[in-house]
């Protein structure tokens, strides 16, 4: 197998290298190319005699992140090897960014070995894949729950203690349950009035916020539901 060494020193390398020839892998270590791809250059036809890339922990994130952002790499193992292990919202982060598998001066010989075995390369893709699609799963889930998050802290704590109630509940709040649970006593004229104040403001700020597919709805009768709208 042919293997892109990227590195900002090509003599760090030397042992690592001696590693990845001693499973009978080519590897070619270039600083110069580094400064290539980092400005978008032209090089789709070396980069394809590579299965795998690698990046040296002696090339910044950001260098990283730029050659990323201006390469693609098709078919290809893209390893990020880091001087220690990184946590698994790292290695998320990475992952959405490109990166497919990763490595460190704790991995051992027998991982680094199988990892690069040639006959699981296609393996090696399917599962780059799905580490992938799942990375982007994970993160657009985080993302809504920060888009979530912000939005909560627009709110008084008693338009969340509402916003949280209506949220669990599967359809109508009474406004004598709404009322129980936020004051401890019995529907008024009010506490209907704050309720009614209490929606409209949160309704007021979701728009504000930019969500425009949910708001809280008003039944006589049957109370509040917050609902997704078209």
Known sequence: ????????????????????????????????????????????????????????????????????????FKQTI???????SL???????WLEKGITHFISEE?????LRELLWCDHY???????NTNMEKSIRINEETMKEEEKRRFLRTLSNQEKLVFKELEEATGY??????????WGKDCTSSTQSRLSNISKNINRKL????????????????????ELVN
Not at 78 to 83: A, G, H, M, Y
Not at 122 to 128: F, I, R
Request: with cysteine; net charge negative; charged share 20%.
């Open 107 to 111: 991995t051992n010989f027998d991982y």
């Open 78 to 84: 893209i390893i990020l090897k880091t001087s220690h």
């Open 122 to 128: 296609e393996d090696q893709l399917t599962l780059m």
């Open 1 to 72: 197998m042919n293997i892109l060494l990227l590195s900002n020193c090509s003599f760090f390398e030397t042992k690592f290298i001696q590693h990845l020839n001693a499973i009978k892998h080519e590897v070619f270590c270039s600083e110069q190319l580094l400064k290539i791809l980092r400005t978008g250059g032209d090089v789709s036809g070396l980069l394809k005699y590579f299965q795998v890339v690698i990046f040296s922990e002696t090339v910044s994130n950001q260098m990283i992140y730029e050659i990323l952002s201006v390469c693609s």
């Open 173 to 182: 709040v009474s406004r004598e349950e709404l009322s129980e649970k936020i």
């Open 87 to 93: 946590s698994e919202n790292e290695k998320g982060l």
């Open 207 to 226: 728009k504000e916020f930019g969500i425009e597919n949910m708001k809280i709805l008003t039944s006589w009768g049957k109370g509040y539901s917050l």
